[in-house]
């Protein structure tokens, strides 16, 4: 249901980017292309993955709260970090720690299915391209550096790769279940 409203989100935030990129000046146009094409297929995957359930008026009320204060979290984390993630260190900061599947553990390899659980990769994503919205807006006014565009592709990149190395430690996982049943290959065939 959350999963829902935030890609449909996302899906009216690209059509936006899209609309503003034909506005951009011509010595942006070039940089804001290549924004669309490397975030395009990296969030594109995520969102068309989602089987879309609206769920009852009153279960979203129910949740609104709760969703509307993490969604105030993360962008207070993003604002504090000046949306630039550059590692996978900086997506667990804004996802924040304190619950096993938040934290990385100190350990000399990281166990990337601990970076970014579901819950966090939608409103993450939403809120970086809604501020790389803001971006190209400033595109049809501004000569844009080229590396404010980088760093925001750079940081769509760390938050779906992320959660693609969450998706492999949960198949890893499942599959050392005893007594597990092999997953179909097409139950993953969207990455």
Not at 68 to 83: C, Q, S, V
Not at 88 to 95: F, G, N, P, R, S
Request: aromatic share 10%; proline share 4%.
């Amino acid at each position: 249901m959350t999963c829902t409203s935030y890609c449909e989100k996302i899906e009216e935030l690209f059509d936006a980017i899209i609309q503003v990129a034909d506005q951009v000046l011509p010595e942006n146009r070039k940089e804001v292309n290549e924004y669309i094409s490397y975030v395009w297929n990296h969030v594109t995957v995520w969102v068309r993955s989602i089987k879309r359930e609206k769920g009852t008026e009153e279960l979203r009320t129910k949740f609104e709260s709760h969703v509307t204060a993490e969604e105030a979290r993360l962008h207070r984390n993003f604002e504090d970090i000046m949306y630039d993630i550059d590692s996978y260190d900086t997506v667990k900061l804004i996802a924040g720690s304190g619950r096993p599947e938040r934290v990385i553990p100190q350990t000399a390899f990281i166990h990337f299915n601990t970076l970014i659980s579901e819950q966090f990769l939608f409103p993450m994503l939403y809120l970086a391209l809604k501020r790389d919205l803001e971006r190209i807006s400033l595109a049809r006014k501004h000569v844009l550096s080229h590396f404010e565009l980088y760093d925001a592709v750079e940081t769509i990149l760390f938050i779906s790769d992320a959660a693609g190395y969450r998706l492999g430690d949960l198949r890893g996982e499942i599959e050392m279940l005893p007594g597990h049943h092999p997953i179909s290959p097409k139950c993953f065939s969207y990455l």
